[in-house]
């Protein structure tokens, strides 16, 4: 793997030198073989080095952003804040779980992969893919829609708050971006490799010498696209998952939120702008979920028609 890696340096590809960073940083754990090989194993030191570095210390942040918000609401604002609709609670509280608590595996998953396909994954020459920007622009809109729902409510809770609680409220919504902007990063990074190793796999494909026989090539071609769909199939599976739960609960929460200006008390509580913010910000995560099922959707489809 290491005379992969080095290989890496003298080419101009720049995926391929972000996949030699991400080994480095343990966001794709593999350890390498006997033959000289990347290799994935669950009980291995890069693969805790990555749940640790990534997982556990996202989901410490986000628990700890809501254990600071919480301690430092004052006692109306405690009751305000509780008397959200139960429905609307669980729904929220949903869709964070499968954000925050699912979207930080995707380093381990994202090794798995590649460790079934390492003649594709650690490619010296891997084409940067061709809906690589709208993936980044994706995941931004989505980041900037999801701190839109969330960052008025809790900044809301300012005006209220305790004099110390002020200062918990500020750490817990910057942890909250912090966490949020690591989960767009997972996502788009991972996405970005995949549809580049399917790019990768789509041009060997396309005969390039006259001579090899068509037998040879059809052959190869299949070993290939075979080698790729047992790669990919959980990482498929486990993103179309998360990303049609996410889907599903941030378009309810997105109409819930314009459902709920219609309640006068609602409104003076909160006010029809915050609501507004909430709702627009929720449809933007929603409409970002819906894009990227179809980027995952368009990217497998075009392999499989070639």
């Not at 290491?2 to 030198?17: A, G, N």
């Not at 030191?45 to 570095?53: K, M």
């Not at 790729?228 to 599976?237: D, P, R, V």
Request: with cysteine.
């Amino acid at each position: 793997m290491e005379s992969l890696l080095e290989k890496c340096d003298s080419e101009k590809s720049f995926v391929s030198r972000l996949t030699r960073i991400l080994l480095k940083i343990k966001f794709i754990p593999l350890i390498e073989d006997k033959e000289g090989l990347p290799k994935f194993s669950f009980f291995s030191s890069p693969v805790l080095a990555s749940f640790c570095l990534y997982y556990v210390a996202s989901i410490s942040a986000f628990s700890l952003s809501f254990l600071f918000f919480r301690i430092s609401l004052s006692q109306r604002k405690s009751d305000e804040y509780d008397s959200i609709g139960l429905t609307d609670y669980i729904s929220f509280l949903s869709f964070n779980f499968s954000i925050f608590f699912f979207f930080p595996l995707t380093p381990i998953i994202l090794g798995c992969a590649a460790s079934k396909a390492p003649k594709i994954s650690m490619s010296v020459n891997l084409p940067w893919p061709k809906s690589g920007l709208r993936v980044i622009i994706c995941e931004f809109l989505a980041g900037c829609g999801y701190i839109l729902s969330v960052g008025p409510s809790t900044l809301y809770y300012v005006s209220d708050a305790k004099p110390d609680g002020v200062i918990f409220i500020i750490i817990s919504l910057c942890l909250l971006i912090l966490v949020c902007l690591f989960v767009c990063f997972c996502i788009s990074t991972s996405q970005i490799l995949i549809f580049s190793w399917m790019d990768k796999t789509i041009e060997k494909m396309e005969p390039t010498e006259i001579e090899t026989s068509i037998s040879n090539h059809v052959n190869s071609c299949l070993e290939e696209y075979d080698t790729l769909n047992k790669a990919l199939h959980f990482y498929f599976f486990f993103y179309f998952s998360v990303l049609q739960f996410s889907w599903i609960f941030s378009a309810y929460l997105s109409v819930t939120n314009l459902l709920n200006m219609k309640d006068e008390e609602i409104i003076v509580t909160l006010g029809s702008v915050l609501l507004s913010l909430r709702s627009c910000g929720m449809f933007m995560v929603s409409f970002c979920c819906l894009c990227n099922l179809l980027h995952m959707v368009e990217a497998a489809e075009n392999l499989r028609n070639r």
